[in-house]
T-cell receptor, first 111, second 113 residues
Framework: GDSVTQMEGPVTLSEEAFLTINCTYT??????LFWYVQYPGEGLQLLLK?????DKGSNKGFEATYRKETTSFHLEKGSVQVSDSAVYFC??????????FGKGTLLTVNP | KAGVTQTPRYLIKTRGQQVTLSCSPI?????VSWYQQTPGQGLQFLFE???????NKGNFPGRFSGRQFSNSRSEMNVSTLELGDSALYLC????????????FGPGTRLTVT
């Protein structure tokens, strides 16, 4: 079945540091890939998406590129802010329509 | 456009009782999916409804059930509650077609005592 593996963290960075959260997946066919973010006490918000190989999703300074050859969709940001502190989830949507999530990565950014 | 709404936001129930959670999707969206989020198991897919029909189902016991109404609103029911059912229940709305993205509500926090 479909699966998503992401670094579980926690990840602690200083403001303005570079962020990478690794995500790899296993799926049949050509899944769509997503990154969601969850702030404390809230539901999930879609951060970015990519629907085919080599697509780059981007939003709010975050980027991720759909790499089919390495089955990866790593999240990056060049300069993190305290307000980026949250839990980040990598997810895929396969041919069966349901979303499969990774376990989430807690990011804490210190001033 | 209004977002996904879930009611109630918080709920405390006793073991053995049953509970019904409600989700109103974004206007025009025909698909509603339900997820259970716990610290130990993370986000787990419960089921998806599209145009009043269950299109997909996760690996949960039959105590977990759902339905969708003609206006796309959805309810989830859990019968014979167990302590392990304590979780954040999230509902997600989408068009249900194409490479659609899902938009999540704030969740219902269920505590079973």
């Amino acid at each position: 079945g479909d699966s998503v593996t992401q670094m579980e963290g926690p990840v602690t960075l200083s403001e303005e540091a570079f962020l990478t959260i690794n995500c790899t997946y296993t799926a049949t066919g050509y899944p769509s890939l997503f990154w969601y973010v969850q702030y404390p006490g809230e539901g999930l918000q879609l951060l970015l998406k990519a629907t085919k190989a080599d697509d780059k999703g981007s939003n709010k300074g975050f980027e991720a590129t759909y790499r089919k050859e390495t089955t990866s969709f790593h999240l990056e940001k060049g300069s993190v802010q305290v307000s980026d502190s949250a839990v980040y989830f990598c997810a895929l949507r396969g041919s069966n329509y349901k979303l499969t999530f990774g376990k989430g990565t807690l990011l804490t950014v210190n001033p | 456009k209004a977002g996904v709404t879930q009611t109630p936001r918080y709920l405390i129930k006793t073991r053995g009782q049953q509970v019904t959670l409600s989700c109103s999707p974004i206007s025009g969206h025909r698909s509603v999916s339900w997820y259970q989020q716990t610290p130990g198991q993370g986000l787990q897919f419960l089921f998806e409804y599209f145009s009043e029909t269950q299109r997909n189902k996760g690996n949960f016991p039959g105590r977990f059930s759902g339905r969708q109404f003609s206006n796309s609103r959805s309810e989830m029911n859990v019968s014979t509650l167990e302590l392990g059912d304590s979780a954040l229940y999230l509902c997600a709305s989408s068009t249900g077609q194409g490479p659609y993205e899902q938009y999540f509500g704030p969740g219902t926090r269920l505590t079973v005592t």
